[in-house]
């Protein structure tokens, strides 16, 4: 049974960092790409930020880049996202999503994942 985790989320303030991490049971990390989703009250899912399996290529929607920072952690088989400089646009359910093989679209479609976890929410107060 595949089972996908996220953690790390809470309350902050504006301009504050939160480090999310997620780890998938049920699947080999070095199988398949995880990325990060976001959706606010009201809002579309929106892909925030993807990694290929050997991290070469990143993405990152426009809104975050420069702040956050994606990265995949072979030892741990965990993938994290650094976000800084946090801003109450962020504010958020952030989801971790899986997939088998390597995928990189801009802006990423939600439908090319098979896996997602139950999030984790991100508020940022001003």
């Known amino acids: 049974r595949v089972q996908v985790v996220e953690s790390g989320g809470g309350l902050v303030q504006a301009r504050g960092s939160l480090r999310l991490s997620c780890t998938a049971s049920g699947l080999t990390f070095d199988d398949i790409q995880m990325d990060w989703f976001r959706q606010a009250p009201g809002k579309e899912r929106e892909g925030v930020s993807a990694?290929?399996?050997?991290?070469?290529?990143?993405y990152y929607v426009d809104s975050v880049k420069g702040r956050f920072t994606i990265s995949r952690d072979h030892n741990k088989d965990t993938l994290y996202l650094q976000m800084n400089s946090l801003e109450p646009a962020d504010t958020a359910m952030y989801y971790c999503?899986?997939?088998?093989?390597?995928?990189?679209?801009?802006?990423?479609?939600?439908?090319?994942?098979?896996?997602w976890g139950q999030g984790t929410q991100v508020t940022v107060s001003s």
């Open positions: 990694i290929t399996r050997g991290g070469i290529s990143k």
């Open positions: 999503a899986a997939r088998r093989g390597n995928y990189y679209a801009s802006p990423l479609d939600p439908l090319a994942y098979n896996y």
